[in-house]
């Protein structure tokens, strides 16, 4: 039989398509490319904010389209785990909804789907299993899953609950299989990695992981995402500072600067400890790099914060920041709030936000032109003549931009080269290739 699935929403989704694939496959299933050739049409979804939730709704309606005799269409993900009771009456054309609670129970769902017993009610879905949708040169090592955080925009302890750490041990084994197999960067992600652990060893253990993957042998580097601010701790900086395998990339969510407002997001720390933080990182690592989000028009949120808020990026100089509008969301404790902004008028500040950052990412970045940077290749611009590729200043998730690079000789995706960067605009670098004798 074949199979053709869609992955909706965030690369710690993507994980979890990657292990049902492989399941699915280990009983004798083909991925296919077309959903027209597919005898189960899969969609694993998102439901952290209403875009989401409409992108999902939209993707299966599209995916019902192919259904024919015989077909199966299921659906897995976020928005079964938190809408699944009321999706089976609104989506009739669904055959099936799982729930991420039900993943441990993969083989006995496909068997009730397809009403036989071939597929082993016994079997779970593995890390160590899985079939990977991203180039071999890097992967996604999901550490944990869930969160202890009570954010009051965030519905995401609502669908996938508590902190569930994964052991020192099983990451490192899966991190060995990566380098075995070539792959030159290791992606750690979770909802809150800077917690990893914590519910398993009763105290912050990602400097304990690390120091673990640090000592595989190979040629790799290591990559953190999502990191809580608050809990940036100085052991951790100083790990990374000392430790040339883990890049110097900090991405920290922030969510906003003032006080008031992260008061009532349930958000630790206040503007002077972010501002702290920041400063405490660039003075132990100079060349770190640092990511954030923030959140615009969050209830009771004035033009007053947003200037405020403006004049505290100013002065942080992130190098990547992104934004989104405030989504109220059922279940949390933002969506009890008075005081809501307009869409008209969360739209406005979110433009004033970006426009500032533009200007701040532009000078960022060409503080970059003469430096020298290890660049993992990944593709070809055939109109520009150049290679694309990314350094440890860029994360791989379609985010943060590329860098254009000249070479004289033809380059493979996933070589890892020395690049000089010439020229800069806010969302890419260009540079050539360099001798290691220059380098």
Not at 18 to 38: C, D, G, Q, T
Not at 210 to 235: A, H, M, N, Q, W
Not at 264 to 282: P, S, T, W
């Amino acid at each position: 039989m074949k199979m053709y699935m869609i992955s909706l929403g965030c690369s710690k989704n993507q994980v979890d398509s990657e292990m049902i694939i492989s399941f699915l496959k280990n009983n004798e299933f083909e991925l296919v490319e077309r959903p027209e050739e597919a005898d189960l049409l899969m969609v694993n979804t998102c439901a952290f904010i209403q875009s989401a939730k409409e992108e999902a709704i939209s993707t299966i309606l599209d995916l019902a389209e192919y259904k024919t005799k015989g077909k199966k269409l299921v659906v897995f993900g976020c928005l079964s785990q938190r809408y699944k009771n009321e999706l089976i009456e609104e989506l009739p054309e669904v055959d099936m909804f799982i729930t991420i609670k039900d993943y441990d129970r993969i083989g006995e769902k496909m068997n009730e789907l397809f009403q036989n017993s071939s597929f082993n009610s016994e079997a779970h879905l593995s890390f160590l299993r899985r079939t990977y949708k991203t180039p071999n040169y890097m992967r996604y090592i999901r550490i944990s899953d869930g969160c202890l955080n009570r954010c009051a925009f965030c519905a995401i302890p609502l669908i996938r609950g508590l902190l569930k750490s994964r052991t020192i041990e099983d990451i490192t084994e899966e991190v060995k299989q990566a380098v075995n197999d070539g792959v030159y960067e290791i992606n750690l992600i979770s909802q809150d990695t800077t917690k990893y652990g914590f519910d398993l060893y009763k105290r912050l253990a990602l400097v304990d992981l690390l120091d673990s993957l640090c000592k595989i042998e190979g040629k790799f580097r290591i990559r953190l995402l999502y990191l809580y601010p608050d809990i940036v701790t100085d052991e951790l900086i100083d790990f990374i500072k000392t430790h040339d395998k883990v890049m110097p990339y900090f991405d920290i969510p922030l969510q906003h600067s003032e006080d008031k407002i992260l008061k009532l997001m349930k958000r630790r720390g206040n503007r002077e400890y972010l501002v702290n933080l920041i400063a405490k990182i660039k003075k132990e690592i100079p060349h770190a790099i640092f990511r954030t989000t923030m959140i615009i028009g969050f209830p009771h949120e004035t033009e007053e914060d947003v200037d405020n808020l403006i004049e505290f990026m100013k002065e942080t100089k992130f190098d990547r920041l992104g934004a989104f509008t405030y989504s109220k969301e059922e279940g949390t404790l933002g969506a009890t709030y008075d005081n809501e902004v307009s869409p008209e008028v969360q739209m406005q500040r979110y433009n004033r936000v970006m426009e500032a950052q533009f200007y701040i990412s532009l000078e960022q970045n060409r503080k970059q032109i003469g430096k020298i940077f290890d660049v993992l290749i990944e593709d070809y611009d055939r109109e520009q003549f150049m290679y694309i590729g990314r350094s440890y200043g860029f994360a791989p998730d379609d985010i943060d931009g590329t860098i254009f690079v000249a070479a004289h000789r033809e380059l493979n995706p996933g070589d890892v080269i020395p690049v000089k960067i010439l020229d800069a605009d806010s969302y890419t670098l260009t540079g050539e290739e360099v001798d290691n004798e220059t380098n």
